[in-house]
């Protein structure tokens, strides 16, 4: 069992996930400022954030970042990407980058399908994810996401557990 004291600080703050927190927006408030990032930027096998953009399809700066360097809303550490390894200047296309360098915390994720022959032969699916290093030391979550959540959005209990996300595929999605 994990004390909340031996978990990563990644994982005690506040984050924006699909079915665990409300957004609330002010009509009219400021931009909001977020931070972004791009797996494999600027290095394969690594990955780089950006912090403190102001986010708004006018700025130059978040439009820089999300259309030309292609990095999304968010941060290393929700991909797996937990441990900070340096802060790399980066020139792309002329301008230059200070942009945060994270090292993989987990496995990547891996999706399976099983047949589940009680119910017919339906395919039963799966995200599967653990922290990296002796997997046998790590409890097991299995878990299926509730509505309107992909198995994505927990992805980052796989820095503490090994995690088995159920799924059903619709035409809407997973």
């Known amino acids: 069992r994990t004390s909340p004291d031996a978990m990563p600080q990644a ?14 927006v002010a009509a009219g408030g400021a931009p909001d400022v977020v ?5 494999g930027f600027p ?8 912090d403190n953009v102001t986010e708004s ?19 290393c550490a929700d991909v797996g990407y937990a441990r900070y390894v340096r802060t790399s200047a980066v020139t792309v296309q002329g301008h230059e980058l200070s942009v945060g360098v994270y090292a993989p915390t987990q496995t990547p994720t891996t999706d399976l399908a099983i047949e589940d022959l009680a119910r017919g032969g339906r395919r ?16 097991l979550y299995v878990f299926g996401h509730g509505a309107g959540c992909d198995a994505e959005d927990y992805t980052y209990f796989c820095r503490v557990a090994a995690v088995a996300s159920v799924y059903h595929e619709t035409p809407l999605g997973p």
Request: overall charge positive; charged content about 20%.
């Open 124 to 139: 039963v699916r799966m995200k599967l994810c653990a922290p990296l290093g002796n997997a046998s030391r790590y409890p």
């Open 57 to 75: 399809p006018a700025g130059a700066q978040w439009r820089f970042l999300t259309k030309t360097v292609g990095m999304r809303e968010g941060g």
């Open 35 to 39: 931070s972004v990032y791009k797996v």
């Open 11 to 24: 994982l005690l703050r506040p984050r924006r996930l699909c079915c665990a927190m409300v957004a609330t």
């Open 43 to 50: 290095e394969p096998g690594l990955c780089g954030q950006q």
